[in-house]
């Protein structure tokens, strides 16, 4: 299958989604606190996108026979994706969470993560967070039109690793457009100059997923829930790129005056 590439009128679409997948997380994230459930952190998600006039493109998502039961994926400590709210949950201070947004609107989806520290953090968690969203950054420089995947993937793993921290395998960031996961697949590690080449109108999630320990996972009894094997904790950032001539640009970015007020 072909990496799709959009026209003029589905990187307008596509702009769309992902500004509004970019406010609903920054307004999540404004929520985390200790004390909070992630139930109820799911729950915020779910009015602030129904208040922009989305869908949850995560509610009801099948990847195998059950059907994904949150309209955000919420995943603390060890948990590396997919995590599902619950009442159970409480967040504390020490804690970091994962809180992964994706939405569709007017048929394009907009698809982008970030974790956050709950209180205060040890520092080797900080230290996590701080290199898997730089290992995020490098791979999103890495996106130009002329390179190859591969050099996404390698970016994010050399930081990751020049840092002690592993890269998750299982998983990996992808095309987006009209469905949420398209043709092609980015690996968080892989080989320089390796895979298809960039071209012009290509929107593409980029996603490390960074382990403090090893980088082996398993899947919760939930079907969904991914987790570290060893239970070191586990950092997510993601942002929905678009591929042009003048370089990467970043779909999934936040303005603190969105929506734009109507005018009188
Ligand atoms: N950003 C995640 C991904 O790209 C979102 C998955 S949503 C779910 O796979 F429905 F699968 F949970
Ligand atoms: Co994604």
Not at 1 to 18: H, L, Q, T, V
Not at 36 to 55: C, H, P, V
Not at 120 to 142: T, Y
Not at 153 to 162: C, I, M
Request: with cysteine; proline share 6%; glycine share 8%.
């Amino acid at each position: 299958m072909p990496i799709p590439i959009k026209n003029a009128e589905g990187i307008r679409c596509m702009r769309e989604s992902c500004t509004i997948a970019a406010n609903v997380l920054a307004r999540m994230k404004e929520q985390v606190r200790p004390g909070i459930t992630t139930y109820d952190l799911d729950q915020i998600g779910r009015e602030i996108i129904a208040s922009f006039g989305a869908r949850s493109a995560c509610y009801g998502y099948k990847l195998h026979s059950s059907a994904y039961p949150a309209y955000t994926c919420i995943s603390v400590n060890e948990e590396v994706v997919h995590g599902i709210g619950s009442l159970k949950r409480i967040l504390r201070p020490g804690d970091i969470v994962s809180l992964d947004v994706v939405v569709e609107y007017n048929g394009y989806i907009g698809d982008n993560a970030t974790t956050v520290p709950v209180g205060p953090i040890e520092s080797a968690v900080a230290e996590l967070l701080r290199i898997s969203e730089a290992a995020l950054d490098l791979g999103i420089k890495q996106a130009q039109v002329g390179n190859r995947i591969g050099d996404i993937s390698h970016a994010v793993q050399a930081h990751v690793e020049a840092h002690g921290f592993s890269v998750v395998r299982e998983m990996v960031g992808h095309g987006v457009g009209r469905s949420m996961h398209e043709e092609p697949q980015i690996p968080n590690f892989g080989r320089k100059n390796s895979g298809d080449k960039i071209k012009p109108g290509m929107t593409l999630a980029i996603e490390p997923m960074v382990n403090l320990g090893r980088h082996h996972v398993r899947t919760l009894s939930d079907h969904w829930t991914i987790v570290t094997a060893d239970k070191s904790p586990s950092a997510h950032f993601e942002h929905t790129v678009l591929t042009t001539d003048s370089g990467p640009e970043i779909l999934t970015l936040a303005s603190p005056t969105f929506p734009p007020l109507s005018k009188p």
